[in-house]
């Protein structure tokens, strides 16, 4: 198979869908890979370094996209790219569908095969391709939130940590999933009291295990999360619905009791936000303020930290691609039930049924678009 991976276009987006040890293994398994040059090169890996690995240099995406089977990318194609597909084409990438409908309709227009990482699943109902890139972005929400803190960026002008003598900041993290837990480890690390907010026992219980007395766990209700938000100096939006859009947790009457300078990072913006006054934000112009309160609601969060993001992905997603590639999409997907949950588009129809409900369209099931 003829595996293309054109460079990243999205704002100061440096990841890139392949790395050469992942390229060395495609060729290792009898497959071609096309690079579009400089796509490697905000991880520090150059065209001579794929052209080590095995692979062909092309000059442009539009080659990419024309002469490869399958598509591997990171974020979810724009509109151009999108236009370049071609039916029974496989694209393998980050989708996030249920909050944009433009990007659906065109997926569907082209007749290609789209296979979204965020859907694909795993053993206990985990998420593997989703699972580093959270884990990046929990650890980063902590890193964000305490720049955001600072005067000079809007905020109150509070140290996460505090010191001898003058009180930490409060930290709230909505969630305790992969995201939260991270997010929860990282700012117990940096000293602040840190509650995490979550609607299962049984992962509170799990949360209240692994940290000790020193985290506060709370059951989630309308009212212990108005109580905590409205109280706290950070908050960190961490809840997921796996291919749907994100609940509204927070409400605008909540922000608007929050206290002045305090900060919210959404990181569920992806899938639409978790706070009702979210928009998506970039890198180049990563936060506002709304009702006094700073918003740092980058879309592709992990982007920030190219290098580790791309080989904590690479690590996730390569054994899937070797599937893909080997067996060819139709008896890989029937053979894994896990990657056939990341199937969303096939052929011009929906096959995720929470990206359909979440957008008010018709689907079939997976297993009957590829029989």
């Not at 965020?118 to 053993?123: D, N, S």
């Not at 007395?213 to 108005?226: D, P, W, Y």
């Not at 922000?255 to 992806?270: E, Q």
């Not at 997603?317 to 969303?344: C, I």
Request: charged share 20%; hydrophobic share 45%.
């Amino acid at each position: 198979m003829l595996v293309g991976v054109p460079r990243e276009i999205k704002t100061h987006e440096y990841r890139v869908g392949l790395t050469t040890g992942s390229v060395s293994e495609l060729v290792h398994h009898g497959h071609a890979v096309i690079v579009e040059t400089m796509a490697g090169a905000g991880i520090g890996q150059s065209d001579e370094m794929y052209r080590r690995a095995g692979a062909e240099i092309v000059g442009s995406a539009a080659e990419v996209f024309a002469r490869a089977d399958m598509i591997v990318k990171v974020k979810e194609p724009q509109p151009h790219e999108c236009r370049m597909l071609r039916e029974g084409q496989v694209l393998f990438t980050y989708l996030h569908l249920a909050p944009d409908p433009e990007q659906t309709h065109a997926l569907l227009a082209s007749g290609c095969v789209a296979i979204a990482y965020e859907t694909v699943t795993g053993p206990g109902n985990t998420l593997p391709l989703l699972s580093p890139m959270s884990e990046v972005a929990g650890r980063m929400a902590i890193q964000a939130g305490a720049h955001c803190l600072e005067k000079e960026q809007g905020g109150s002008g509070m140290l996460l940590g505090g010191v001898p003598g003058v009180e930490a900041a409060k930290v709230v993290v909505l969630g305790g999933g992969v995201v939260g837990t991270n997010a929860v480890r990282m700012a117990m690390g940096m000293e602040a009291h840190v509650t995490v907010i979550d609607k299962s026992l049984a992962r509170l219980k799990e949360l209240d295990f692994r940290f000790g007395g020193m985290l506060n766990t709370i059951f989630a209700t309308r009212e212990a999360t108005q109580r905590h938000v409205t109280g706290a100096d950070l908050v960190v939006g961490a809840v997921l619905v796996p291919g749907a859009a994100a609940p509204k947790l927070v409400t605008e009457d909540m922000v608007k009791a929050m206290k002045p300078g305090s900060v919210l990072v959404d990181v569920a913006i992806d899938q639409g936000g978790c706070f009702e006054t979210s928009h998506p934000t970039t890198h180049a112009d990563p936060t506002f303020v709304r009702h006094g309160v700073v918003h740092y609601c980058v879309a592709n969060m992990p982007g920030a930290v190219a290098r580790t993001s791309t080989f904590a992905l690479n690590n996730a997603t390569l054994p899937f691609v070797l599937a893909l590639t080997d067996k060819g999409y139709r008896q890989a997907l029937a053979e894994d039930p896990h990657l056939r949950n990341g199937l969303n588009v096939h052929r011009g129809k929906l096959t995720c049924q929470a990206v359909a409900e979440a957008l008010g369209q018709d689907w079939i099931a997976p297993q009957q678009a590829i029989a």
